[in-house]
């Protein structure tokens, strides 16, 4: 009996070995396609460096989002400034190499708003020359970037041409545009690009990325957050 056992036991492995050698040998494993890497920081965190803000993202908190580290900043202004603290150093490094290296005294004209401020720079815009103007020019609560203390509107001390295009012209703005990246910052809303940004050129409108993603953006060409991040263009509220 033992030795039927045995027997089958042969048979069966016997059976088994030619059956797992009639097996295709498994094909050596692909490589692993490369996807685009995460973003290292929030875009939807209002308080995250990165959060994109435009007309088809509107900032998670709406109106009760302010930011936990407003700070006064300490250069020549229009209205008193506030900005998160490590836009509010980055503005004064900003400012000092301009007036070191070009002799250029710059100011703040803007900075960050509240929604309720929001709330009547939009709507006196909208009074004066209707929603559809208003909604190329200046964004609607809950879609502003000021919102995050992490915008500046930046213009000569002198007054010349703030808030206009013509500030691309300027000695300031060219100054700026040409250098504002390795303090952290990008033209958010530049020439040409209105269709995806929503809003016509405004060459003072300075957003704080950080020096890593300032210098990215001028490094690759790339002029806009929604093209880097591979967004969809905003250029209509949703």
């Known amino acids: 009996a033992q030795a039927d056992r045995d027997a089958a036991a042969a048979v069966i492995a016997a059976e088994a070995a030619r059956i797992a050698a009639l097996r295709p040998v498994p094909a050596q494993a692909s490589a692993p396609l490369e996807l685009p890497a995460a973003?290292?920081?929030s875009l939807d965190d209002p308080a995250s460096l990165w959060v994109v803000v435009n007309k088809a993202r509107p900032l998670d908190g709406g109106s009760t989002y302010v930011p936990s580290d407003l700070v006064i900043v300490p250069v020549a202004h229009t209205f008193s400034p506030l900005l998160r603290?490590?836009?509010?150093?980055?503005?004064?490094?900003l400012f000092d190499a301009a007036q070191a290296e070009a002799g250029l005294t710059l100011a703040s004209n803007s900075a960050y708003r509240a929604y309720s401020v929001q709330q009547r720079v939009y709507g006196s815009i909208v009074a004066a020359s209707g929603q559809?103007?208003?909604?190329?020019?200046?964004?609607?609560?809950?879609?502003?970037e000021h919102q995050t203390g992490l915008s500046?509107?930046?213009?000569?001390?002198s007054g010349r041409c703030s808030l206009n295009a013509c500030f691309a012209e300027t000695a300031e703005g060219q100054w700026l545009a040409g250098n504002?990246?390795?303090?952290?910052f990008e033209l958010r809303y530049p020439d040409g690009m209105e269709a995806v940004t929503g809003f016509n050129f405004e060459p003072w409108h300075?957003?704080?990325?950080?020096?890593d993603l300032a210098t990215t953006l001028h490094e690759?060409?790339?002029?806009?957050?929604?093209?880097?991040?591979?967004?969809?263009?905003?250029p209509d509220y949703r």
């Open 132 to 144: 559809a103007y208003a909604d190329t020019t200046s964004a609607r609560p809950g879609h502003s």
């Open 220 to 234: 690759s060409g790339v002029t806009t957050l929604e093209e880097h991040f591979g967004l969809a263009a905003a």
């Open 180 to 184: 504002a990246w390795r303090f952290g």
């Open 152 to 157: 500046l509107d930046i213009g000569a001390v």
């Open 206 to 211: 300075y957003r704080y990325l950080g020096v």
């Open 39 to 41: 973003p290292a920081l």
């Open 85 to 93: 603290q490590e836009a509010s150093a980055a503005v004064v490094a």
